[in-house]
């Protein structure tokens, strides 16, 4: 009972860090309830299978966080409009297990090595899978620890140097010291060195945040210019208007909504992800001749000086001789379309940029691992609201250049601003304001659009970017480069949300140097692996 007291507690106060709902200052603690289970289980307990144990004890913590910060899931729908249960569960099972595994390998190298080279595999070996986590293609960083003060931009302003991935280094950091403290205790009873240990968590809790206000209120970057952006927030129910309104029509609606507030000079017009064309897509080789990319055109001859940014469905046809994408799907045995979930930048008189999205959802717009997932699953993806196929995308990111003006966007789509180092790609490629698109819409009203936004408030930080982000359902928003929304609509609005962008040219040691403590991470998991093996080898050549 004791054991699993310990363990609710830890997924109690996880669950009760998250944004944007929660405390983040719990999380400084959350894990070590679950550190004392593993340690009382593995040391004083007459369990005979402990391992399985301290598995089955971890797994329960961890379904608990998942589902209570991201339960919403379950918002998603079927194609019959029931809501999803395979949305919610197969994330928080999976997710839950890899959580668990890692935790497992905590428990057996600390039982190997000892204690203390234990708890610095746990850092190692967390800060890798988070990592792993951000590239491989079931990837859900979601719960990344450095996540956590996404509400707080305030007390994280030295993102900008070592990006999220140093506030799960953090994270971690003081929940090991908070546990070595407990243990040094109960082992010695010393209060001098009780003092001690306590004056050094506080002062890694403390330090790191004296530093951010004082970078915050320091914060003197002179912008290189400025830019008058229009965010378009229409408000098309994905799951019904998209595909049974006429696309000449969700296009007139998004234009008049533009029309209707395009007070002075607009520089900037940004429509959602996926605004046009509802239903279908667009064919990437007759963009030219496109009727609704050319009315746009048309609305923009009105509005001289202006371009206008929007995430559409696209596709490419490939004939049987052609080289042909992996990605691409056959039409007939002829025929070969290749699909995308695609930026474009519209201007008078010049070609249309294109940038397809580079980090697809799994289950949505991928098939994760599809030669080996396929067989097994057969079309279970299509609960997730998914696809049998997967989506194309870009190797390298974009940023669009502006034929009237300095700016030059960063065109995120959607899932992409969860994504750190990936997001400085686009600020390497020359983008000095980040333009999101996304559709926030798929969960109804919920805390997963709320998190969506409070996550690119880390992206502005770690890149000291600002961003205009336009959302079909909202929440639209303009935030600055200290990571604080300067102005934002409601949730369920048909409305537009107007700001002046400023742009930023300098980039910050996290745009060029990326997760530099994740990559350190894999070498001492390395190293201390390699350390284990090299001890168990002596302790057999004694042995013999």
Known sequence: ???????????????????????????????????????????????????????????LCFIVWNIVTTGWLYGSKNPDGSHSM??????????????????QCYHWYKNAQGTYWGLGFLIAIWMSFEKFHLNWEMTWPWLNLGNVFSEYPKLIQWYDTLGATGGSFWILLINVLVFYTLRTWEAGRKRKDLIRNVSIVAALIILPMIISLIKYNNFNEKPSGQVNVLMLQPDLDPYAEKYSKDSLTIENDLLTLAENNSKGKIDYYIAPETALPGRGSISETTFEKSVLLNNVKGFLSKHPGAVFATGISSHRFYKNQENIPKEAYQLNPELWVE???????????????VYHKGKLVPGVEIFPYMSV????????????????ASLSIDKERKSFSNPYNKGRMAPIICYESIYGEFTTEYVKKGANFMGIMTNDSWWGVTEGHK???????????????????????????????KGEVVTDTFYGDQ???????????TT???????????????????FLLFYFLIEKFKSRIKKA
């Open 1 to 59: 009972m004791k054991y699993l007291l310990l363990t609710l507690i830890s997924a109690m106060l996880l669950s009760v860090s998250w944004p944007t709902y929660g405390v983040p200052f719990f999380i400084f603690f959350a894990l070590v309830p679950l550190l004392m289970m593993e340690h009382g289980i593995s040391k004083f307990s007459a369990y005979k299978r402990k391992s399985w144990m301290v598995f089955g004890l971890s797994y």
């Open 86 to 103: 395979m949305a919610v569960v197969f994330p928080v099972l999976v997710n839950s297990f890899l959580y668990s595994l890692v935790f």
């Open 508 to 526: 910050t040691f996290y745009t060029r140097a990326g997760d530099i403590l994740s990559r350190f991470s894999f070498f001492a998991l390395g």
């Open 339 to 353: 699909s995308y979930n695609t930026a474009i930048q519209i201007a008078p008189q010049e070609k249309i940029q």
């Open 451 to 481: 998190q969506l936004l409070s996550y690119a408030k880390l992206r502005a930080i770690e890149n000291r970017r600002e961003i205009a982000r336009a959302a079909n359902s909202g929440i639209s928003a303009h935030i600055n480069a």
């Open 495 to 505: 409305t537009t949300l107007f700001a002046k962008v400023n742009l930023y040219e």
């Open 373 to 388: 997932l396929k067989p097994l699953l057969g079309d279970a993806m299509l609960n997730l609201g998914g696809t049998v």
